[in-house]
């Protein structure tokens, strides 16, 4: 009551205010709101789906701007009670959480965040029996306070003449008009852009029913294959008129590149652009509610020929004849595709960046793909409109050193007092885990797996650094100096230094077979005594030396700080780099021998009595093999040419 005794009401919502500010829902772009109808049309069984852009030509600047867009769809449709309810912020049709639906708010919720006006018009006795209803931001701010109640009336014309699908009994067709949010200028243009987002938005539902999944994958839920295209329709005054070669059929977008007739140009060889790591797809078993769900982890890292032009298997046109492979149209396509991929309901969530190196082109040649139940909604914090996993966003950067708290000294602290805490985070600690074994495995052989054209700089003084150690050794081995794998190369036959170099490469290092033997290969033509490789390794050191007949081994640890702050910055692809970012990742690399050299300052410093005399030794000893090594009298490489 208030002091004139008119009885006061308080809504809990007001509703003008309440759709406006509704309408800032945090769609990344009008794609992502379009997804959200898209996605209702597969959950009606829909098998084709189209989406429309109007554009409408100014009689005095003869300009064309976007007037209208729409998607239409082969689906179910809705009787007038679940059209009506369709357009209500928060009374979703399909509550159980089984599909790609999540609260029920993406039809309306989508469409005020591009336009003012949505018009929904649906039938299951065929297209001439078609209810409408609409929501409307003016209606709203005039005191409507309910969706108008369907009644029967025809779809525009522009859409049922310019459609490409056959009209069936059932299907829905959802309007957006007075378009105030949309960020799309040349709707033809845009539509081209717009297929690499649907294409990996959808890939299993747009895919050939064999590839869609892993061979081993028992599920069977994807239904039959879907079409999705984009039509931009221009209007001239009262005509309407498609340009057959602006229309633009989505292709599967695949991450992983094991899917065929894919969107992405594939001329470098046969078979697909990735192949999938061994033991992929990983099944991590995750708790919520006292149970165990499944979550899929496949993984998969480029093929040696997509890279490599002189390899074998590579059939590059003339066209990309030295290129880099990061130049290359597939190599572009996988740098829009890094990343790992969120699948829901075999719909891709997102593509959560955060797990690469952002400095690094060669992220581009590895993938993974997180594939979750929708039970697990709240364990990965997947959002209204997702776009997003909040809680597993949070674990690319996860390191439980910088977690723990004074007193907690090992990872199973942490973990524990998570758990107490109810860390919603703590549930995927060990999908974490081996999406980082994945990425471990992965990353050498995509570092190893460097073009090997005459033409590139850094690859040619490697090898010229290869020769030049080599040289040296056999130089003191000539005046008796010899060491543990001259030794074992007196004694072992070439058949048994093949096998100790393949057991060393493959069981040791985890690489590929292939691979190991081509760089055994490699190692043999060129008559070194001395191999560079990189490797994942548990241990404090920042290289490993390995004594194997005949040969000395060195092994770069890619797991430790060292290799991504000297090594990676000092042997980038740096054809894909412009001359600024090869400038500073040089700085870099200085500052980061600096501290290298710091580090050993530090530890000889802090050695006693005859510990600190070996160690200054040892660095004596050590500086008297540099500069050997590092010899310049016989020209055959000059450290200037590194820089």
């Known amino acids: 009551m208030n002091g004139m005794g008119e009885q006061l009401t308080f809504s809990i919502l007001d509703t003008p205010r309440a759709v406006e500010a509704l309408r800032d829902s945090g769609y990344m772009s009008t794609t992502h709101a379009l997804a959200e109808l898209i996605d209702n049309s597969i959950e009606s069984g829909a098998t084709s789906i189209e989406v429309f852009g109007v554009t409408q030509q100014d009689d005095i600047t003869k ?100 459609s490409r699908m056959e009209f069936g009994d059932s299907g829905t067709l959802v309007r957006w008009s007075d378009l105030d949010r949309v960020e799309w200028k040349r709707v033809s243009t845009t539509f081209r852009h717009t297929e690499a987002l649907l294409g990996r938005l959808y890939r299993r539902f747009l895919a050939k029913p064999s590839e869609r999944l892993h061979s081993d994958d028992p599920r069977d839920d994807i239904g039959p294959r879907r079409t999705i295209q984009c039509i931009p329709i221009q209007q001239v005054g009262n005509s309407f008129k498609v340009e057959e070669d602006d229309i633009v059929e989505v292709r599967p977008n695949d991450p992983l590149y094991l899917m065929s007739g894919t969107s992405c140009l ?62 290359t149209p597939w190599g572009k396509h996988a740098g829009q595709n890094m990343g790992v991929s969120l699948m ?135 005046e008796g100096y010899k060491g543990k794998s001259d030794l074992a190369g007196e004694s072992a036959t070439e058949k048994e230094q093949r096998e100790k170099q393949v057991e060393s490469l493959v069981v040791k290092h985890r690489i590929d ?8 290969d490699e190692t043999i033509k060129a008559g070194n005594l001395v191999r560079w490789i990189q490797s994942s390794q548990s241990s404090p050191a920042f290289f490993d030396v390995e004594a194997l007949p005949n040969l000395l081994q060195v092994a770069l640890n890619t797991d430790h700080p060292v290799y991504s702050h000297l090594y990676e910055i000092m042997h980038p692809d740096v054809e894909e780099l412009t001359e600024d970012e090869v400038r500073e990742r040089l700085a870099k690399a200085a500052a980061a021998f600096r501290i290298l050299i710091y580090s050993w300052a530090r530890y000889e410093d802090e050695q006693t009595g005859r510990d600190q005399r070996q160690v200054r030794n040892a660095r004596v000893e050590w500086g008297k093999y540099a500069e050997e090594f590092f010899d310049e009298d016989d020209g055959s490489i000059d450290p200037t040419d590194l820089v």
Do not use: C
């Open 266 to 327: 594939e001329d470098f060889g046969p078979g697909p652009m990735f192949t999938e790591l061994e033991g992929s797809p990983f099944v991590v078993p995750v708790k919520y509610n006292d149970q165990e769900y499944p979550v899929r982890v496949r993984a998969a890292y480029a093929r040696a020929h997509v890279r490599d032009p002189s390899n074998p298997e590579a059939t590059w046109p003339e066209a990309y004849a030295g290129w880099d492979s990061g130049s």
């Open 513 to 520: 077979e292939q691979d190991a033997l081509e760089k055994i």
């Open 344 to 478: 829901r309901a075999h719909r891709e969530v997102m593509l959560d960046e955060s797990w690469v190196s952002g400095d690094d082109p060669r992220e581009r040649w590895w993938t993974v793909e997180v594939d979750f139940p929708t039970d697990l909604d709240e364990v990965f914090g997947v959002t209204n409109n997702k776009q997003g996993t909040m809680t597993f966003q949070r674990l690319a950067r996860f390191d439980w050193k910088r977690e723990a708290l004074p007193g907690e000294e090992s990872f199973g602290d942490v973990r524990r007092r998570m758990e107490e805490e109810g860390d919603p985070r703590v549930s995927l600690i060990d999908l974490r885990r081996q999406i980082e074994n994945a990425r471990r495995l992965m990353r050498p052989r995509v570092r190893e797996a460097r073009q090997s054209r005459g033409a590139r700089h850094v690859q040619s003084e490697d090898q010229k650094a290869d020769a030049k150690v080599t040289a040296a050794v056999k130089h003191r081995i000539q």
């Open 63 to 162: 300009r064309f701007t976007l007037k209208e867009l729409a998607v239409l769809d082969n689906g179910g449709g809705m009787d007038a009670e679940t059209l009506r309810r369709s357009l209500r912020y928060g009374d979703g049709t399909r509550r159980e959480r089984q599909g790609i639906g999540r609260f029920g708010v993406g039809l309306p919720n989508s469409s005020m965040s591009q336009a003012k006006q949505v018009d929904v018009w649906s039938w299951q006795s065929g297209v001439t029996n078609a209810l409408h209803t609409r929501l409307s931001i003016v209606d709203v701010n005039s005191g409507l306070n309910e969706i108008p109640e369907p009644k029967l009336k025809s779809i525009p014309n522009v859409y049922r003449n310019k």
